[in-house]
């Protein structure tokens, strides 16, 4: 006799932080969580895309061994349902006839009911998947789980590409979507995601349930920040943003449709909150998945190096972090001063390690060959060479990752020295215009986002902020003697680079013909660096890894 279908479902979402290629070590996440779900009741289980693998696996898809291993994991994980706990549904490459698919295996009692391939494969910013995957050959009906039908688009199937999977889901019969995702952040992103799915729901009219990862994968960082949409198109549940969490949502049956009877309402943080959060989760994950025990950085006294190191105490902890201050001849009173306070300020370790040694010794090696020629860029950039040879040696010495600190706008325009302060393993800030740049320094001062491990209070001092930048790699420099104002400038590159807008169109917001150029041409001659330069968390619509790819040998100009 087949028992009658349920009128409550309890749907567990782990929102967890897989490391990609660990196939043991998610298995045995996803395990801990399935333990953890069924002590609090659920019926079933909801992991996030490809989880079993980590999210995006890239190239490592196309090795044999890895898919084997990956399917192995999922077999094991099948068999363990037979001891009549929740069913899962957990994401996996999977090799089969049609292909190499991204996919999720739904298990219960010790068996696997069913397999689900995405069809929408994302090619563009920051998604390859058609490199490595094939789109699953056709739209697969729901699933029955203990007589509840369950639809599992995955991710991008969602999207809105060309294909209804969800109305066509809806069509055979789904009463409730469930959707893994890899989903990574980007200001305002939650906003993009609750749009995307009340969108379905208004089409398919089901209730969606939208699952996402957690955690920094090299320049992406996944949120997490989970939720589900009502067929009625109300917020069901909102999950916690930046954290791991496994809730469990109940769900009841009504007359016409599910809902949710119970779940988490957590509330999303804010703008500068959430990119500061964003960039902390980044290089936290950067460099405890790489296994540095800590990380080392210079510190200049100026805003992006004092940022820099709030981030890396906040990720790492103040044990963890060594800022070290390399003064030369143009290093001002105020700026030794500055680093003090900012590492005291942060408890971290602080050294002093002069530079003129160095510096004088490059001269002097140089001198014979460089005779009759002026001082400049050259001198300038030995200073920024001998500071980055140190940060490097202390890093071998003692196995600490350096953290470059390069915001946004010097990357755009190429204001940085390669193999000098372009030295380093990861930048937290490498996708923060300046201007940003100051507005999360200013909020960290005032607050200690969840998770972080710093201290409260003026962890950046007040005049680090107020005064004007300078790289002093000279007498009286600062850095508005050669760049436009940084509010200027952050609103040309934002136009150029995120925009992609033509320089007529930029001009019309007010800004000069003559400076645009310059700073489109900056901008183009300035690629051969950003390919040299350290990966860094993704915080824009458009960042300078796999969004923006332009030619380094490139002789257009916008002179329309
Ligand atoms: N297309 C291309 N493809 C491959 N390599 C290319 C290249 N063009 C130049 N190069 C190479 O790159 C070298 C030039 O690059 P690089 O040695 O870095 O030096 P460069 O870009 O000439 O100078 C560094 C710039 O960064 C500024 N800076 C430095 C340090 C800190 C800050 C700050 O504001 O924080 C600013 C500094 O004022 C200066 O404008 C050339 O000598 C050449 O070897
Ligand atoms: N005197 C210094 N001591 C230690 N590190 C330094 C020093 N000067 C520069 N650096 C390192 O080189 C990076 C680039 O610094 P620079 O001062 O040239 O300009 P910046 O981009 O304005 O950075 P910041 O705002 O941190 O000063 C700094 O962020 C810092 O990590
Ligand atoms: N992994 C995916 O398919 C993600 C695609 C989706 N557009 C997102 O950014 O969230």
């Known amino acids: 006799m087949t028992k009658p279908a349920p009128d409550v479902l309890r749907i567990a979402v782990a929102q967890l932080n897989p490391i990609v290629g660990d196939v043991a070590g998610n298995l045995a996440k996803a395990r801990e969580a399935r333990a953890d779900a069924a002590r609090h009741g659920a019926d079933l289980v909801l992991y996030t895309e490809l989880f079993i693998a980590g999210y995006p696996p890239e190239d490592l898809v196309l090795r044999p061994a890895f898919l084997s291993a990956c399917e192995r994991a999922v077999k094991d994980f099948a068999a363990d349902t037979a001891d009549g706990g929740p069913g899962v549904i957990i994401g996996t490459p999977l090799k089969r006839k049609s292909g190499t698919h991204n996919s999720i295996i739904f298990a219960d009692g010790g068996k696997i009911l069913a397999e689900r391939h995405k069809l929408d494969l994302p090619n563009y910013g920051e998604f390859d998947e058609k490199r490595v995957f094939q789109a699953g050959p056709e739209i697969q009906g729901p699933v029955n789980f203990r007589g509840v039908r369950l639809g599992i688009p995955i991710c991008e199937d969602i999207w809105g590409g060309d294909i209804a999977i969800c109305e066509t889901l809806s069509e055979s019969g789904a009463e409730i979507l469930l959707v893994p995702n890899g989903s990574p952040y980007y200001r305002d992103k939650v906003d993009v995601r609750h749009q995307v799915v009340i969108r379905q729901v208004i089409e398919c009219g089901l209730p969606i349930i939208y699952a996402n990862q957690l955690g920094g994968q090299d320049e992406l960082v996944f949120d997490g920040a989970s939720f589900a949409i009502n067929a009625d198109r109300t917020l069901a549940f909102q999950m916690s943003q930046f954290e791991e969490t496994v809730v469990v949502t109940k769900w009841r049956r009504s007359e016409t ?30 460099v405890n998945k790489n296994g540095f025990k800590n990380v080392v950085l210079g510190l200049s006294g100026g805003i992006d190096s004092a940022i820099c190191a709030a981030l890396a105490v906040d990720a790492l902890g103040e044990e963890r972090v060594r800022a070290v201050m390399m003064p030369y001849r143009y290093t001002s009173k105020d700026s030794l001063k500055d680093a003090e306070d900012c590492a005291r300020a942060l408890g971290c370790h602080y050294d002093i390690v002069p530079i003129f040694e160095p510096v004088d010794g490059f001269s002097h090696a140089l001198a014979q060959l460089f005779e009759g020629t002026g001082e400049g860029i050259t001198e300038e950039n030995l200073q920024s060479r001998a500071r980055g040879t140190i940060l490097m040696a202390i890093s071998n010495k003692f196995g600490s990752m350096v953290v470059t600190t ?19 393993g990861f930048n937290p800030i490498k996708d923060l215009y300046k201007m940003q740049v100051y507005a999360l320094s200013r909020w960290r001062n005032g607050h200690v986002p969840p998770g972080a491990l710093g201290p409260s209070g003026e962890v950046i001092p007040k005049n680090i902020i107020d005064k004007a930048p300078s790289a002093e790699l000279r007498e009286n420099q600062t850095d508005q003697d050669s760049l436009p104002p940084y509010p200027v400038l952050d609103d040309i590159l934002e136009c150029l680079v995120e925009g992609e807008m033509s320089v007529d169109a930029i001009v019309a917001r007010g800004h000069s013909r003559k400076t645009v150029h310059r700073i489109e041409h900056l901008l183009y001659v300035a690629e051969y660096k950003r390919r040299q330069a350290a990966p860094g968390v993704k915080i824009t619509k458009k960042n300078f890894g796999r969004d923006r790819r332009y030619p380094i040998t490139n002789r257009f100009r916008d002179r329309g």
Do not use: F, H, Q
């Open 257 to 286: 449709d599910w809902v949710c009877a119970d779940g988490p309402m957590s509330k999303i943080p804010e703008k500068e909150e959430a990119d500061y959060r964003a960039c902390m989760l980044g290089l936290r994950d950067y």
């Open 406 to 424: 390069g915001n946004k706008s010097e990357m755009s325009v190429g204001y940085a020295t390669l193999y000098g302060d372009m030295n380093g």
